[in-house]
């Protein structure tokens, strides 16, 4: 399975991403191995994700999701 995400960090900014493994995708980003963007922003925290069946889908619908405002990011994670 493949997953799209959406990762609240420290300072209340939202960081988008996709990965297989989602748990250990998190838990590498808490450890300060994960993007570069997430880093100086830790700890973060798993607000949103969705399954999708490949790889290519995941890819795509980040890409869609980091062309949301904020404003639709929230209403998309249920804030």
Same mark, same amino acid.
């Given at each position: 399975m493949n997953y799209t995400y959406?990762? #609240?960090c420290s300072d209340? =900014?939202?960081y988008c991403g996709w990965t297989n493994n989602l748990e250990k &995708?998190? +838990? =590498?980003?808490? #450890?300060?191995k994960g993007g570069k963007y997430t +880093?100086? &922003?830790l700890p973060v925290k798993l607000v949103y994700f969705e399954e999708h069946e490949t790889k290519e889908e995941a890819?795509? &619908?980040e890409w869609h999701i980091k062309r949301l405002s904020r404003?639709?990011?929230e209403q998309l994670i249920g804030e």
């Open positions: 959406i990762l #609240e209340g =900014t939202f &995708r998190v +838990r =590498t980003h808490n #450890e300060g +880093r100086a &922003r890819m795509s &619908r404003k639709e990011k």
